[in-house]
């Protein structure tokens, strides 16, 4: 068990309800992010992360911009992705986007490197799906690289090769935290172990204690190279009010549409309000008052031996105003109150 627990949330951009009943114009919810996380800050909360996506119901699909406006309005919170989809992107450029925020931050940085539950970056960028497994595996070979060595030297069938190149700017003293973002494949679990990463394990329904598998494959396997396991993340969704009531009574509206939504896209039926609950019950949804939601994480990180519990607070279409009280409850005392628990 982690002797010091971080206490994390994270966020898509979903795209939110104004005043009117409105859905709000993508930079206005760019911007209320961008205030929830200085709120994060403000509350004790250890990292922000961003997620990437190119879908109209999602605002965020440069996360790294934002988290620069965020680096200048904070000065504690660890910030980054949730996740980047490397197999779209080039790793290089990202290095160099992620050493420049790091730098900006003062060695406050980190990235979330995964394959995304969504496809559209790859027709966005001109990528085949047929090379889903190619591009994700030589990419993160690649950037594995650059974030431990000073000069690259490397070849591949998705890119050109590099020879004695070097990346600028170059990493801070600290070097850049790199989590492998896993949404439930033993491939994912040895692939984190290969290349010696945390892993961050997205866990958006059931319960969570069906990771255990792989958390046990994961320190097996490090236990066969010889090396002490990193540290283990759990990503999933919640929100916290007042009361039970309440929190399941806000957040509902907003977790029917967006799972209604990919649902009509994947050919899933549309969720109930018993789903819900049973999920909020005995899955992986935190929602409910402080002490609830508490109540659950402790669990969970009892089950699984984690470092960090990453909250996605933001779930369709509820509102900016529910999202920065949740924040706030969730950093001021949730987290305490989970650590106290923990001690």
């Known amino acids: 068990m982690p002797q010091t627990l971080e206490l994390a949330i994270d966020t898509f ?4 309800l104004g005043a009117d009943g409105q859905r709000l114009p993508h930079d206005q919810v760019i911007r209320n992010v961008v205030d929830q996380a200085v709120l994060a800050d403000q509350a004790g909360i250890d990292y922000i992360g961003l997620g990437e996506h190119h879908r109209d119901d999602f605002a965020i699909s440069a996360p790294e911009p934002i988290l620069g406006a965020i680096a200048a309005k904070t000065s504690r919170i660890r910030m980054g992705t949730a996740v980047t989809v490397l197999s779209s992107d080039d790793p290089i450029r990202l290095f160099q ?3 420049t925020l790091d730098a900006l931050s003062g060695g406050r940085a980190e990235v979330i490197l995964g394959r995304g539950s969504f496809t559209e970056s790859f027709p966005l960028f001109g990528f085949d799906l047929s090379d889903y497994e190619l591009l994700f595996n ?3 070979d690649l950037f594995a690289r650059l974030i431990r060595e ?3 030297t490397w070849s591949g069938k998705t890119r050109p ?3 004695g190149q070097k990346v600028f700017p170059p990493l801070g003293p600290k070097g850049l935290k790199v989590w492998i973002g896993m949404g439930g494949s033993p491939e994912s679990v040895i692939r984190a172990v290969s290349h010696d990463l945390p892993m961050m394990m997205a866990i958006i329904g059931g319960a969570p204690a069906r990771f255990r598998p792989f958390v046990d494959l994961y320190q097996r396997a490090y236990d066969q190279i010889g090396k002490t396991p ?5 990503h999933s969704p919640g929100h916290v009010a007042p009361t039970d009531e309440q929190a399941r009574d806000e957040l509902w509206p907003g977790y029917k549409a967006l799972h209604d939504r990919i649902g009509r896209e994947r050919g899933w039926p549309p969720t109930s309000r018993a789903t819900f609950d049973h999920e909020a019950d005995h899955g992986s949804l935190y ?3 402080p002490e609830t939601v508490t109540r659950k994480i402790v669990q969970t990180v009892k089950a699984l031996g984690l470092a960090r519990f990453e909250m996605k607070y933001s779930s369709g279409t509820l509102a900016h105003e529910k999202l920065m009280a ?3 409850l969730y950093g001021t005392r949730v987290a305490p109150l989970v650590r106290d628990m923990l001690a």
């Open 150 to 152: 000073k000069s690259i």
């Open 97 to 99: 986007r992620f050493s």
């Open 230 to 234: 990193q540290p283990l993340g759990v």
């Open 326 to 328: 949740s924040v706030e």
């Open 13 to 16: 951009g979903d795209v939110t």
């Open 287 to 289: 929602v409910g008052a």
């Open 138 to 140: 030589e990419k993160l």
């Open 161 to 163: 090769p590099l020879k």
